[in-house]
């Protein structure tokens, strides 16, 4: 059963001296307008996705821990300075381990997506879970599981309000990718559960008015492959298919849309020796694969995420290993060609990681985690479309 938790005590803080940047100019003690912060209690707290809000500020999800070492989905609202609203966080979960991965800004609320641990079974139910913009619970749909974990991971809207989520369903530990249609009022409309063994959905976009388009990986043997799949606003599957590499294992992680027919693609492969792990990139346009690129070089990286600037720069996030279990956030920028014009990058201490990178009203937005000692805070990064954290 899914139950809204009650409110708990969270700190924030603003440790700059945590990160270091690759420049040389010296962090303003008075900055606002931008910013690194981390929230949470350190106990092992990750913000997994970030949608942006009107006021110029963001609503992040993920998971927060809590001290019996479960954890519950969270709703978390910030304004342009990264000040937490009165009502934030809000937490929703049961007893088990729960877990937010998207969230979706509304105009009366929130919507998340997500995945809370039947205490029956001890196995994950898919959730899609609806908030005032008060985060108080308007509704809940929870798809309940009978011996394997179903998660949603993804969602967007139809022009006519209805919701539809995408994911996986297992059925005796393979996964099957999966997708539904709720009302605007949270009532179920119908399914589409495709018969796809090791098939999951990592993103989901309106393609047209009637018309979405998912991506997200079908495995074959030991090799991933990126796949994206055409279905109406009924759930009707209208075509799919697998993006091959012949020299890499590619795991894609997300994806954004830069028109109606054109889409990015990031993850992250191992080469065929097994050596190598970096940033993967693509480019499609009309169903076709435009080009595609590696980033990363001399270290390893994982991609994370992508997003694309209002005058068509693609902006990516990705983890690089710096030592022993240590990564920090980096930030590629390059120009619609997919050539690279800048990095940041952002850590020091411990292992910081990315997880979604959103551009919004001239603003970047990186959602993730900051973990130290074995434990992690929320971290949220916003930045100008250059990826500079102070004027």
Same mark, same amino acid.
């Given at each position: 059963m899914?139950i809204?938790?009650?409110?708990r005590t969270l700190i924030s803080?603003?440790?700059?001296?945590?990160?270091?940047? *690759?420049?040389?100019?010296?962090?303003s003690?008075?900055?606002a307008?931008?910013?690194?912060k981390?929230?949470g209690s350190?106990?092992?707290d990750?913000g997994?996705?970030?949608?942006a809000t009107?006021d110029?500020?963001a609503v992040?999800t %993920?998971y927060?821990t809590?001290?019996?070492?479960? *954890?519950?989905?969270?709703l978390?609202?910030?304004?342009?300075?990264?000040?937490?609203?009165?009502?934030?966080p809000?937490?929703f %979960?049961?007893?088990?381990h729960?877990?937010?991965?998207a969230?979706?800004?509304?105009s009366d609320?929130f919507?998340?997506?997500g995945?809370?641990?039947?205490?029956a079974?001890?196995?994950?139910?898919?959730?899609?879970h609806?908030t005032?913009l008060?985060?108080s619970?308007?509704?809940?749909w929870e798809?309940?599981?009978?011996?394997?974990?179903?998660?949603?991971?993804?969602?967007d809207?139809?022009?006519?309000?209805?919701?539809?989520f995408?994911?996986?369903r297992?059925?005796?530990?393979i996964?099957?990718?999966?997708s539904?249609l709720?009302?605007?009022?949270?009532?179920f409309i119908g399914r589409?559960?495709?018969?796809?063994?090791?098939w999951d959905?990592?993103?989901?976009?309106?393609? *047209?008015?009637n018309?979405f388009?998912?991506?997200?990986?079908?495995?074959?043997g030991?090799?991933k492959?990126y796949?994206w799949i055409?279905?109406? *606003?009924?759930?009707?599957?209208?075509?799919?298919e697998?993006l091959?590499?012949?020299?890499?294992?590619?795991e894609?992680?997300d994806a954004?849309q830069?028109?109606?027919?054109?889409?990015?693609l990031?993850?992250?492969?191992v080469?065929?020796?097994?050596?190598?792990s970096?940033v993967?990139?693509?480019k499609?346009e009309?169903?076709q694969?435009?080009?595609?690129?590696n980033?990363?070089?001399?270290?390893?990286?994982?991609?994370?995420?992508v997003a694309?600037?209002d005058d068509g720069y693609?902006l990516?996030?990705?983890d690089?290993t710096?030592?022993?279990?240590?990564r920090?956030?980096?930030?590629?920028?390059?120009d619609p060609?997919?050539n690279?014009?800048?990095?940041?990058?952002?850590g020091?201490?411990?292992d910081?990681t990315?997880?979604?990178?959103?551009?919004?009203? %001239?603003?970047?937005?990186i959602? %993730?985690?900051n973990?130290y000692?074995g434990?992690?805070?929320?971290?949220?990064?916003?930045?100008?479309?250059?990826?500079?954290?102070?004027?």
């Amino acid at each position: 059963m899914y139950i809204p938790m009650g409110p708990r005590t969270l700190i924030s803080g603003l440790f700059l001296l945590v990160f270091l940047f *690759s420049c040389e100019e010296k962090v303003s003690e008075n900055q606002a307008d931008y910013f690194i912060k981390f929230y949470g209690s350190y106990l092992d707290d990750v913000g997994l996705d970030v949608d942006a809000t009107a006021d110029g500020g963001a609503v992040l999800t %993920g998971y927060m821990t809590r001290e019996d070492r479960e *954890s519950d989905i969270f709703l978390m609202k910030v304004d342009a300075y990264g000040n937490q609203a009165s009502w934030s966080p809000a937490f929703f %979960g049961d007893q088990g381990h729960d877990e937010g991965y998207a969230v979706k800004t509304l105009s009366d609320g929130f919507l998340i997506a997500g995945a809370v641990t039947d205490t029956a079974t001890d196995h994950f139910n898919m959730v899609v879970h609806k908030t005032n913009l008060e985060g108080s619970v308007q509704w809940s749909w929870e798809l309940e599981s009978n011996e394997d974990d179903d998660k949603a991971l993804c969602l967007d809207i139809a022009d006519d309000g209805r919701i539809i989520f995408g994911g996986y369903r297992q059925t005796n530990g393979i996964n099957y990718i999966y997708s539904a249609l709720l009302d605007a009022n949270g009532n179920f409309i119908g399914r589409t559960d495709r018969n796809k063994e090791n098939w999951d959905m990592k993103d989901i976009f309106r393609f *047209s008015a009637n018309e979405f388009l998912g991506f997200g990986n079908a495995t074959n043997g030991t090799k991933k492959q990126y796949l994206w799949i055409r279905f109406n *606003s009924d759930g009707n599957d209208l075509g799919n298919e697998e993006l091959t590499s012949d020299n890499f294992s590619e795991e894609l992680k997300d994806a954004c849309q830069a028109g109606n027919n054109t889409f990015y693609l990031v993850g992250n492969g191992v080469n065929s020796t097994g050596t190598t792990s970096l940033v993967h990139l693509k480019k499609l346009e009309n169903d076709q694969i435009i080009w595609s690129k590696n980033l990363g070089t001399g270290a390893q990286f994982q991609g994370k995420s992508v997003a694309v600037r209002d005058d068509g720069y693609i902006l990516v996030a990705a983890d690089k290993t710096i030592g022993a279990d240590n990564r920090n956030i980096v930030l590629f920028i390059l120009d619609p060609n997919g050539n690279e014009v800048s990095t940041k990058e952002f850590g020091s201490t411990g292992d910081q990681t990315a997880e979604k990178i959103i551009f919004s009203d %001239g603003h970047i937005f990186i959602a %993730g985690r900051n973990a130290y000692g074995g434990n992690s805070m929320i971290t949220l990064i916003k930045a100008d479309k250059n990826g500079n954290i102070w004027k």
